[in-house]
């Protein structure tokens, strides 16, 4: 299954770079492509090294990008959304904080006529009209990714402890689908605990720090991203134990920091989850507003790391 999702992921986002070379900055009229961008926030170095692709790759494209930070809040982006459709902006991309609610301020954005390209999450909405295109990853394939990793490397009892991403959020609710779809082959894995620590590395050891004084017995940290993963290495250091050998550690993301922890051995195993998505999205957003046809999803190629991976590919590594 892993292999034909792979396959044709690849077609996909072949197809998308391909076109990449083509055509300048420019919209259907001529003049100079204007893009509305509601980041979710800076909550992890992944969601930097995302907003600096966006950033980059506009310039490169010569699209001009009016970008904003929601600070991990759904009213501030639907502000942000209301104020691109009053500014007639040719297009808006924004990854959502969350799936739901978003279908009012969308339709507003139909009316006016102004396509909408979902990059990094998804919604969950009845009406797929309300958004051309969805650009980023499949969420729930990572979290299979690091279930068969667990199924594959655990012997006996394994209680796991999870430290879930923004309550409601796409990934969050997908990374988790995942991976308990995966460890339900093997019954002797069991998530003891599960909550939220909302993708940032100050919510990942906190909730580590509560998951070591009410589980006596933790195995694994399956982390929804590397910056809590991180975070919970601090607090398993500061409860005395060996991150990496008495507590395994999977993550998802693969952020240096992240691959570092996994060069030291202090992670096991990293899923990753590609933030470069800023030349996809501005070859997808001069097409919609040229009125071409594009693809309803847009799946991100991605793969998992090892001890000896990380080390082999942190030299190149671009965030």
């Known amino acids: 299954m892993l ?23 420019t919209g259907a009229s001529g003049d100079t492509l ?12 992944w969601r930097t090294a995302n907003t600096k692709s966006v950033q980059d790759e506009a310039k490169a494209a010569g699209v001009d990008l009016k970008f904003s930070d929601a600070q991990q809040k759904q009213e501030n982006q639907i502000k ?12 808006i991309a924004f990854s959502p904080v969350v799936e739901t609610g978003w279908d009012t ?18 919604i969950d909405s009845d009406d797929t009209s309300l958004y051309k295109t969805f650009l980023g990853s499949d969420f729930v394939e990572e979290g299979r990714k690091a279930g ?22 796409a990934p969050a609710i997908d990374r988790k689908k995942g991976f308990e779809e995966k460890i339900a082959a093997k019954p002797d894995i069991k998530v003891v605990a599960s909550q939220t620590g909302d993708f940032t590395r100050s919510g990942g050891k906190q909730v580590m720090e509560a998951f070591l004084k009410s589980q006596p017995d933790i195995d694994v940290v ?7 993963g991180l975070g919970a290495i601090e607090a398993i250091k500061a409860a005395g134990k060996v991150p990496g050998k008495d507590i395994r550690i999977i993550t998802v993301d693969a952020v240096k920091d992240g691959m570092q922890a996994l060069a030291n051995g202090e992670i096991n195993f990293i899923v990753e989850c590609n933030p ?30 090892t001890q000896e991976q ?3 590919a942190l030299p190149q590594r671009q965030y």
């Open 34 to 45: 204007t893009m509305g961008f509601a980041q979710v926030g800076a909550e992890s170095g």
């Open 80 to 91: 942000a959304i209301r104020s691109y459709i009053q500014q007639k902006v040719k297009v």
């Open 105 to 122: 301020v969308l339709l507003e954005a139909k009316r006016a006529n102004i396509p909408v390209i979902l990059t990094d999450r998804s």
């Open 222 to 228: 399956y982390a929804h991203n590397d910056d809590m």
């Open 148 to 169: 068969d990793w667990l199924v594959a490397n655990a012997s006996g009892p394994t209680n796991v402890v999870e430290l879930q991403g923004t309550t409601g959020a």
């Open 3 to 25: 292999k034909k999702i792979t396959t044709a992921a690849s077609v996909i986002v072949l197809s998308a770079l391909t076109a990449c070379g083509s055509g300048g900055g």
């Open 276 to 305: 470069l998505l800023g030349k996809q999205l501005m070859d997808l957003a001069k097409k919609v507003v040229k009125g071409e046809e594009v693809p309803a999803r847009v799946v991100t190629e991605e793969g998992t790391f």
């Open 310 to 312: 990380a080390k082999a």
